[in-house]
């Protein structure tokens, strides 16, 4: 398992890589903080002491989404394909159904590795960024949707949600429900129209910026102005705590957008995602073989 220490380490080759390549990885801190001791989803690669490399998993039940990075300073010594292959050994492979690779878009250097990688492009994911900063943004409105924090009793709720909404099998749905339920620095909402669960959306808390994730409303309680109202109210909240507010959506979406750019969020970056098809057919892999991780 990681160490607090690692994790640390982890954050500042984070920093050193974005600032670099001038670009924001997803490594999705908010699911980090939650690992567990029997999960082996992190590896890392270390040199003098510290950490240069690091892959993490993100297993959603059949299907594994991978993020990582190596050290300016290390690149092109097959480091990352030597995580991938510890990573991915083939029995763990042949259980999943899907892997996804995800690259910010503009990153130069991912766009080597992935030529040297069996993958074909499978989606792009907008980073969308609240910018409308005026004092209408931040007056109280009226609301058809009512917030308040989820709780263990929303249990079937929550994974139902995510399961209609989000194509999550029943395990997936399960396993984001026990990663995020109890996640320090975020809190899960169940959105009530009348009385009765109608959505949910959960808000995760960093220093200067808040993102909002999994947005969801029940079929029958949509079209009715809940998502938006529930939006506004998280405007509201996030933009009175000094945080700047982001979310995610996927391109294929285009009512979310719709919905996200009416209340005044923007595009600022974007996230592909591509699908290994075989993670160990590189061009150069003989080359690499001497490079295990460490």
Known sequence: ?????????????????????????????????????????????????????????????????????????YRRQGLFSSMLEQALPRERREGLKEILLNAPANSLSAKELLKSLDVQFAFSEYQMTYLCRNEHSIAPLPS??????????????????????????????????????????????????????????RIVHEAEISWIYGL???PEYRRQGHARDTLQQLIHQETLSGRSLRLEVALNNPAAMKLYEAVGFQITEIQDYYRLLDPFSLNNMAAYTHNKVQ
């Open 144 to 201: 058809s949707a009512a917030l308040r924090p989820a709780s263990h009793s929303d249990r079937a709720d929550l994974i139902r949600l995510d399961e209609l909404c989000f194509d999550y099998s029943k395990y997936a749905a399960e396993q984001y429900y026990e990663a995020t339920i109890d996640a320090p620095d975020s809190v899960t909402y169940i959105i009530e129209a009348s009385g009765r669960t109608a959505g949910k959306v």
């Open 1 to 73: 398992m990681i160490t607090n220490t690692q994790w640390s380490q982890i954050a500042e080759l984070e920093q050193v890589c974005n600032l670099h390549d001038g670009i924001h990885l997803k490594l999705n801190w908010d699911m980090l903080r939650t690992r567990t001791p029997e999960q082996h989803d992190d590896y890392i690669v270390a040199r003098n002491g510290r950490i240069v490399g690091y892959l993490g998993l993100y297993c959603f039940g059949k299907k594994i989404e991978l993020c990582g990075m190596v050290h300016p300073d």
């Open 216 to 218: 969801a409303i029940y």
